[in-house]
């Protein structure tokens, strides 16, 4: 069982930056694949950016993409979301997530149901 904690969020105005992190305890973290996702008040939660367990593969959505990057330090057992040129669009708690298989196709990793365990959460608020 993995079990996934976020840390890093915050209030922070538009343009600036924040680095989220999620360390993971118990299981083979390192070979799964990992993702981020939001969600917003009164909204669904959201597909962020992926990473497969070896970190060939990445993926982002439209709204984030060259803007926000995931990387991860294997030796920390930890995956990070490095955000920059923040928008107020960009807020809402954000999550971390662990998929048992070591990657996901195109469409399953943007999907919450392709992932089995999640943090707590993080909020970040972004003020314009």
């Known amino acids: 069982q993995v079990q996934l904690v976020e840390s890093g969020g915050g209030l922070v105005q538009a343009g600036d930056s924040l680095r989220l992190s999620c360390s993971a305890s118990?299981?083979?973290?390192?070979?799964?694949?990992k993702g981020w996702f939001r969600q917003a008040p009164g909204k669904e939660r959201e597909f962020v950016a992926y990473?497969?367990?070896?970190?060939?593969?990445?993926d982002y959505s439209d709204s984030v993409e060259g803007r926000f990057t995931i990387s991860r330090d294997n030796a920390k057992n930890t995956v990070y979301l490095q955000m920059n040129s923040l928008k107020p669009e960009d807020t809402a708690v954000y999550y971390c997530?662990?998929?048992?298989?070591?990657?996901?196709?195109?469409?399953?990793?943007?999907?919450?149901?392709?992932?089995?365990?999640w943090g707590q959460g993080t909020q970040v608020t972004v003020s314009s």
């Open positions: 997530a662990a998929s048992r298989s070591p990657s996901l196709g195109p469409g399953g990793r943007t999907l919450a149901t392709g992932y089995d365990y």
């Open positions: 118990g299981g083979t973290f390192s070979m799964y694949a």
């Open positions: 990473m497969s367990w070896t970190g060939a593969d990445t």
